[in-house]
């Protein structure tokens, strides 16, 4: 595609949460503290809010490569589990023997052991739920349930939720009160301004290689931080469009033009005066003839 061109290594703007990408800057590395020392500090629940597409997977993965060989974490990135696939993901991503077949009350028991084998281990297990705002409640009762757990020192099992706002609106449901009053520590992941959306786009460009002069010229910045309203999946979708449009154009620099053919082609972008549906045509006419 257009590697070559701007002399890339790889894809600086792929979708996938790839935390060799992660920007220790504008709000991440504040948020990835806080988790750190909440964890650290042995509280039973952390919270994680963020919009669509603001970064909470990424934080989350960030997350459980920083935690030390004294934790055990269990990832479960499927929030739609009944209270039985709960606890089944939980002991399955740690790695534990059941017994074939298993009632509910092994379930528990083998668990149970095996936590406070941990413990005794001088090691901390932490469940990390994504998408957390779609769990049932019954699934995050069993949650609470399962941070009863406890030796006389410290809970056997934290829990972080990263979750979209509606998480808020499921932990204000009174069946549910006694976790929200056990949330200790919160973070909301906040839009990039300006000035980070600029950062952003050079700190992904230079871990995909790019050296010199900046690639995207400050005006084409300005219009996808607005276009974007700093939504780094927005971003990113934008600035990839934008790459493509410089490529076709035999541009060496990303310019307003660039950023505006990217915005009017995609349908979250705050709209700049422009025909939707012309990028894709256009675009495909310049590589056609670039190839050629």
């Keep these: 595609m257009y590697l070559q061109h701007f002399r890339l290594r790889e894809l ?16 991440y590395l504040d948020g990835l503290n806080v988790l750190l020392v909440a964890l650290r500090s042995g509280e039973g629940f952390v919270k994680v809010i963020g919009e669509v597409g603001t970064g909470k997977t990424l934080l989350c993965r960030r997350l459980i490569n920083s935690l030390g060989d004294d934790f055990r974490c269990a990832y479960l990135p499927n929030p739609y589990l009944t209270p039985a696939s709960l606890l089944l993901s939980v002991v399955e991503e740690l790695g534990i023997g059941l017994p074939n077949p298993c009632t509910q009350h092994q379930l528990l028991r083998r668990l149970n052991t095996a936590l406070l084998e941990f413990a005794a281990a001088g090691r901390r297990v932490v469940v990390c739920l994504d998408e957390a705002q779609a769990v049932p409640l019954q699934t995050l009762e069993v949650l609470r349930l399962l941070t009863n ?9 934290q829990v972080v939720l ?131």
């Design 12 to 27: 600086p703007f792929t979708l996938t949460p790839d935390t060799a990408f992660f920007m220790e800057r504008a709000g």
């Design 162 to 292: 990263f979750g979209q706002p509606e998480l808020d609106e499921a932990l204000d449901k009174p069946s549910i009160r006694q976790l929200r009053q056990r949330i200790s520590f919160s973070y909301e992941l906040l839009p990039l301004d300006g000035h980070a959306v600029d950062l952003y786009l050079s700190h992904r460009l230079a871990v995909a290689g790019h050296e010199g002069v900046r690639l995207f010229h400050r005006r084409a910045v300005d219009h996808i931080a607005r276009a974007s309203r700093g939504v780094p999946r927005l971003i990113n979708i934008l600035a990839h469009k934008s790459l493509m449009a410089a490529y076709g154009h035999g541009s060496a620099q990303v310019e307003r033009r660039h950023a505006r053919l990217a915005i009017d082609d995609t349908a979250d972008a705050r709209a700049v005066p422009r025909a939707r549906g012309w990028f894709a045509g256009r675009l495909q006419h310049w590589l056609m003839g670039h190839a050629s």
């Design 149 to 157: 757990l406890e030796t006389e020192k410290r809970k056997l099992v």
